[in-house]
């Protein structure tokens, strides 16, 4: 599985399991200092109506046990409540939503950062060109 672009069958798999099946690759990505990781990779998906809160959270997660390090987001994701669950994490966003998110900071949290990104309380319409 590519870390960018997990296949259908990856995804199943991975929900099947309660997680993702990430390849060395992806394992490879996460373990450098600094990783930078997408939410897809951890099977978000940017649809209208999906909760995308335990892929979002099992990211953030995965971050947060290797020190840290940035998850991108690009596209409008729906979710619920997120809990910072590290150190030196930063959500960015690549023309990035969370739509109905809740982002829990506990005390004690160092080095959070949210770049680009937008919160918002609906999905956002892309505008048509011209």
């Not at 996460?30 to 998906?45: E, K, N, Q, T």
């Not at 994701?77 to 809990?83: A, K, Q, R, Y």
């Not at 910072?84 to 998110?101: E, P, Q």
């Given at each position: 599985m ?44 940017a ?10 959270q ?17 596209g ?55």
């Amino acid at each position: 599985m590519d870390i960018a672009s997990p296949t259908r069958r990856d995804l199943v798999r991975g929900a099947a399991t309660g997680g993702l099946v990430l390849s060395g690759a992806a394992l490879a990505q996460l373990a450098a200092p600094g990783a930078v990781v997408s939410v897809r990779s951890f099977g978000a998906v940017a649809q209208p109506g999906r909760d995308n809160s335990r892929a979002i959270q099992r990211a953030m997660d995965a971050l947060a046990a290797r020190g840290g390090g940035v998850l991108e987001i690009d596209g409008a994701f729906e979710c619920g409540i997120l809990t910072v669950s590290g150190d030196n994490l930063t959500l960015r966003g690549i023309n990035g939503a969370l739509v109905n998110a809740r982002i829990v900071v506990p005390e004690g949290r160092s080095n959070f950062r949210i770049d680009n990104l937008t919160m918002s309380t609906s999905v956002p319409i892309p505008k048509a060109m011209p």
